[in-house]
């Protein structure tokens, strides 16, 4: 199966909630009018796209078709298309950290998929050509270190670990300096997440970044939030918490293939301006994928004869 086929195929759910809607509301309507907008509305925000986002959606579809003299419904569809994926445009450079000497700060609420999604990522990284290290410095929850030690054997990458417990910052301490000694391409960091005390994860998180800057200044650092696609909008409210006590470089959205509401990805990145980097959309290491605006509207909207298509490409 190719990508975009592995990717259409984990948004079914959302593609089911979002085109079969669209495509009824533009077989429903021979005319464009105010109620054809508030239809196309209602199923958007349904799809926890959220209301600003969908409002500037709308706004731009209006202009287009007020610009291009359209009159039929039908004729939208490709409008409402290039529409939606003006709201999540990715910066080029989104991925040059790869290409660096860098350290990753994964972060996140438990239950999100944060250990897991740290060891595909060290999977793809090594299977790249990267030197990667682990470091295990979510040491709170039971059984995380075990968890990521189990993704090292998979991966085939090295882990800096200490016992349950252990401070964190002393977990990234070591591992930091062995990045160093091992030259290593990529050091990604789990760690651990108890958004209910924002004050003593604030304090954890800027302990480990001073860790970072001081003992390794030459490494380029990005920090990741996960974030679970089937929370919908709690997700974009834990975005917003947690990029109150940290500096946030991207998000990763896991579990999409088990929501109709994965709309909540453009919704974070239209509404936070902090681009959504990878996406989870099966359980498989080759199901997060890199976010591409592009082809992530477009799976949404295609139609299966059209992935059949993209099969016999691939």
Request: with cysteine; glycine share 8%; charged share 30%.
């Amino acid at each position: 199966m190719g990508l975009f086929s592995r990717l259409a195929q984990g948004l079914t759910k959302t593609r089911n909630n979002i085109a079969t809607g669209i495509d009824a509301v533009f077989k429903g309507f021979s005319s464009i009018d105010d109620d054809f907008y508030e239809e196309l509305e209602d199923i958007l925000i349904m799809a926890d796209i959220g209301v600003v986002t969908t409002e500037n959606i709308i706004e731009s579809l209006k202009e287009k078709v007020k610009e291009q003299k359209i009159k039929n419904p039908d004729e939208c569809r490709e409008l409402l298309i290039s529409s939606i994926k003006e709201q999540m445009k990715v910066e080029d450079s989104a991925y040059d950290f790869e290409d660096k000497k860098s350290v990753i700060l994964m972060i996140g609420v438990n239950g999100v998929g944060k250990t897991t999604t740290t060891g595909k990522l060290a999977s793809q990284y090594k299977k790249a050509g990267k030197k990667v290290l682990l470091a295990a410095a979510d040491t709170f929850r039971a059984a995380a270190v075990e968890q990521l030690k189990e993704w090292s054997n998979r991966a085939g990458v090295e882990i800096i670990s200490q016992h349950e417990g252990a401070d964190p910052a002393a977990v990234v301490f070591d591992a930091v300096n062995a990045a160093k000694a091992r030259n290593t391409d990529i050091l990604l960091c789990d760690t651990a997440g108890r958004l209910h005390n924002k004050k003593n994860l604030m304090e954890e998180l800027k302990k480990i970044s001073r860790i970072i800057e001081k003992e390794y200044p030459d490494a380029h650092k990005e920090t990741f939030i996960v974030l679970d696609g089937t929370t919908g909008q709690n997700a974009l409210s834990q975005a917003k918490q947690f990029s109150e006590v940290s500096q946030i470089d991207g998000i990763i959205l896991t579990k999409l293939d088990g929501t109709a509401k994965g709309g909540i990805a453009i919704a974070i990145q239209a509404e936070l301006g902090i681009p959504v980097k990878y996406i989870g959309v099966g359980e498989k290491i080759e199901d997060l994928q890199k976010f591409d605006a592009d082809s992530f509207v477009d799976a949404l909207f295609v139609t299966d004869k059209e992935m059949e298509e993209s099969d016999i490409d691939a």
